[in-house]
């Protein structure tokens, strides 16, 4: 389905299902692709007849559904009927102005005739709109394909090293790298399965959220490298010898990390903390 994909289009799809997730909604619908769009080329907000950023669109999103317990990442959440119709149209606007790839612009066009979708609703695009934004998208094109004569060298963003820095950091109980190292609208949850939002709150909460992870004598003993590209590094640690209250001293937790490219800067997401049982994680039972 997504062959005609570009990069950045594909990266809006998992964008828009970690939205989907992060307001335990069951399906991807059309302001999680909104939203997932808008993370991914905020560029894209420039073609709207109306300025209206981000934190605009999430606050008029969150009024208007209702958000529920936080969903797995590893739980499969569908394409609404709204949203595949939404990727069909971009498919069919693609060809209306002969581009071969289907991008980000072209789903943003797709979405905005979904009149009964949350999503054209909150960017409030009328149809006759849309030619003009068609001729913007298409001039636009035109530019890039002039453009690409110049080398540009690329760069890409080292995760690797920013996970060292935030570990490193973790284990100093270093709290300006800590908060440097955070995106402004990451998330954690923690082992109870409480969901803390945003930078500000996570490290006003670092007491309670990092320094378990920072004592003497506890340790991550694996790490998993579960998804990386240059938008995303996914990675999992287990941890042992770490003291978080309702839970045994011989719990083991596993700690899924998200960071995300902004802008060549990896920044950590998102942090999920999960209590797991020993033979789990690998280790011999507690005798």
């Known amino acids: 389905m997504f062959e005609r994909y570009t990069e950045r289009a594909r990266?809006?799809?998992?964008?828009?299902?970690?939205?989907?997730?992060?307001?335990?909604?069951?399906?991807i619908e059309t302001e999680h692709?909104?939203?997932?769009?808008?993370?991914?080329?905020?560029?894209?907000?420039?073609?709207?007849?109306?300025?209206?950023?981000?934190?605009?669109?999430?606050?008029?999103?969150?009024?208007?559904i209702t958000i529920r317990e936080w969903i797995s990442t590893s739980v499969e959440v569908p394409l609404s009927a709204q949203c595949k119709k939404a990727l069909n149209l971009a498919a069919e606007e693609a060809n209306r102005l002969a581009h071969n790839r289907?991008?980000?612009?072209?789903?943003?066009?797709?979405?905005?005739?979904?009149?009964?979708?949350?999503?054209?609703?909150?960017?409030?695009?009328?149809?006759?709109?849309?030619?003009?934004?068609?001729?913007?998208?298409?001039?636009?094109?035109?530019?890039?394909?002039?453009?690409?004569g110049a080398f540009k060298?690329?760069?890409?963003?080292?995760?690797?090293?920013?996970?060292?820095?935030?570990?490193a950091a973790l284990r100093d109980g270093n709290r300006d790298n800590l908060e440097e190292a955070f995106a402004p609208d990451c998330c954690f949850v923690d082992a109870s399965g409480k969901l803390w939002?945003?930078?500000?709150?996570?490290?006003?909460?670092?007491?309670?959220?990092l320094a378990p992870f920072a004592k003497r004598g506890t340790k991550h003993?694996?790490?998993?490298?579960?998804?990386?590209?240059?938008?995303?590094?996914?990675?999992?640690?287990?941890?042992?010898?770490?003291?978080?209250?309702?839970?045994s001293p011989l719990d083991l937790f596993r700690m899924s990390i998200v960071l995300v490219n902004e802008d060549m800067v990896p920044l950590v997401y998102l942090i999920q903390v999960t209590p797991i049982g020993r033979e789990e994680a690998g280790k011999a039972a507690a005798p």
Request: charged share 25%; no cysteine; aromatic share 8%.
């Open 153 to 167: 060298p690329y760069v890409a963003p080292q995760f690797d090293e920013a996970m060292e820095a935030f570990l």
């Open 221 to 247: 003993v694996s790490v998993t490298r579960t998804t990386s590209n240059e938008a995303v590094w996914v990675t999992t640690l287990i941890w042992e010898d770490v003291h978080l209250p309702a839970f």
């Open 11 to 27: 990266r809006t799809i998992f964008f828009a299902r970690y939205e989907a997730s992060r307001y335990g909604s069951p399906y």
């Open 197 to 209: 939002r945003g930078q500000k709150e996570i490290m006003a909460n670092s007491e309670l959220l």
């Open 33 to 64: 692709l909104v939203l997932g769009l808008l993370r991914e080329d905020p560029q894209v907000a420039k073609l709207l007849p109306r300025e209206i950023t981000m934190q605009e669109i999430r606050g008029e999103v969150e009024k208007r």
């Open 102 to 148: 289907i991008g980000a612009e072209h789903l943003l066009l797709g979405l905005l005739q979904i009149s009964d979708g949350l999503a054209a609703q909150i960017l409030r695009v009328e149809r006759a709109d849309l030619q003009h934004l068609r001729k913007k998208i298409h001039a636009n094109r035109a530019k890039e394909s002039a453009a690409r």
